[in-house]
């Protein structure tokens, strides 16, 4: 039996991976010690996620463990020691404005608890694929200096510029920029995660992630914007976008779709691996742009207003080439729309008991 360490089993990316890796009949290893709820209060908690996943999945198994914790992590990966084939990292402190209140603790949980989960594998079972989910922040505000133009209801980019027709790829310098205390942890994170598969020959990969989202999202003011949005436009709370008019452009990603290519890098991978992956131009919007369909698609008005102050190395425009990794893969594609995936989120958040409190549904 293949199993699969799944760490952050309890969030966004973590359950659907869960899920996933079972259905391919994999058994599954899931850590994670729900810290998104000391991050973000009761909106963000992941718990009744836990429950669920033990629940529904006959071949799941829960560990309540700090990645930082090495005695804990390296208990695990010795009791399962070379069957272990596949390790998802996707357990992280996600947030900008949390990270700069909090430097130290962000920086050993993103970076310090990456290199804990890095040397296990190369310890307990070093021919594992190893997977680690990046972010476009280790790009830092790069790509606020591309040609961007003002639209009506959007940032573009000029269209002369060779990004303009699909968007951003790996080639962006990720150095000299303004990264945030978060963007940095990731960085550090992002950059040991090659060097294990460079020096040391693990099969690792690093997906650079624009925004993912999903029903499972415990989207929280904090961290995951389009959940968040539409859990304030079903419920009537007040909604406060950050700076740049609204016109700030950010691609979308059903989980489905990142899990679907952590599936297909494990059957073919590589090492030292790095890709952009996000909802390209097939599937992006602006936060006015997302009001305005969100809206049209439920029914329900935002109550919203602008804070002129934009979060300090936040993007305005972001768009994912996906080409380096369909090129590599040419067996996946994007499965979902953006109109698909707002219809899923609303949905969800209309069947939840309580959306703040939430209860996710697979
Ligand atoms: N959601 C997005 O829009 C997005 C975008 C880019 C990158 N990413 C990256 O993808 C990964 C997964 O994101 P997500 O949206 O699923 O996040 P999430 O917050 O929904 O899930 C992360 C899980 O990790 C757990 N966790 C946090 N710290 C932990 C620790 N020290 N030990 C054990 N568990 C811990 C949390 O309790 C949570 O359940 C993260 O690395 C994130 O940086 C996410």
Not at 41 to 64: F, N
Not at 201 to 227: M, N
Request: proline fraction near 4%.
């Amino acid at each position: 039996m293949s199993v699969a360490v799944i760490t952050g089993s309890s969030g966004l990316v973590g359950s659907k991976a869960a899920r996933f890796m079972q259905s391919k009949g994999m058994s599954v290893v899931g850590i994670d010690n729900h810290l998104r709820e000391q991050f973000f209060g009761s909106d963000g908690s992941t718990r009744r996620i836990t429950e669920r996943l033990l629940h529904d999945l006959t071949d799941y198994r829960h560990y309540e463990i700090d990645v930082c914790d090495r005695d804990g992590i390296e208990g695990v990966f010795a009791h399962y020691g070379k069957a272990i084939t596949m390790v998802i990292h996707a357990a992280a402190q996600p947030s900008h404005d949390w990270a700069s209140q909090n430097p130290l603790t962000d920086f050993s949980i993103n970076a310090t608890g990456t290199l804990v989960l890095l040397e296990a594998v190369r310890r307990y079972c070093p021919g594992a694929v190893f997977i680690f989910t990046s972010t476009n922040k280790v790009y830092g505000d790069a790509p606020n200096r591309l040609p961007l133009i003002e639209m009506e209801t959007r940032w573009e980019i000029s269209p002369e510029h060779p990004y303009a027709t699909h968007g951003i790829d790996e080639g962006l310098s990720i150095d000299q920029s303004m990264h945030s205390v978060f963007g940095a942890s990731k960085l550090s994170a992002d950059i040991m995660t090659q060097e294990y598969g460079r020096y040391f020959d693990i099969k690792t990969a690093v997906f650079r992630c624009g925004c993912i989202t999903g029903p499972a999202q415990a989207g929280a003011e904090l961290h995951g914007f389009l959940s968040y949005l539409i859990k304030c436009a079903l419920t009537g709370r007040p909604y406060i976008i950050n700076g740049y008019s609204g016109k700030q452009v950010r691609d979308i990603m059903h989980a489905f779709d990142l899990v679907h290519a952590f599936w297909h890098f494990y059957q073919s991978p590589q090492t030292g691996a790095v890709y952009n992956l996000g909802g390209s131009r097939k599937n992006n919007c602006s936060v006015l742009e997302a009001i305005r369909d969100v809206e049209a698609l439920s029914g329900h008005k935002l109550q919203w207003s602008l804070s002129e102050q934009a979060r300090i190395g936040d993007h305005i425009w972001w768009i994912s080439d996906l080409r380096k990794f369909q090129q590599d893969y040419p067996g996946w594609s994007l499965q979902y729309d953006l109109k698909t995936t707002m219809t899923e989120l609303i949905e969800s958040i209309i069947n939840s008991a309580d959306p703040f409190a939430f209860d996710s549904p697979p």
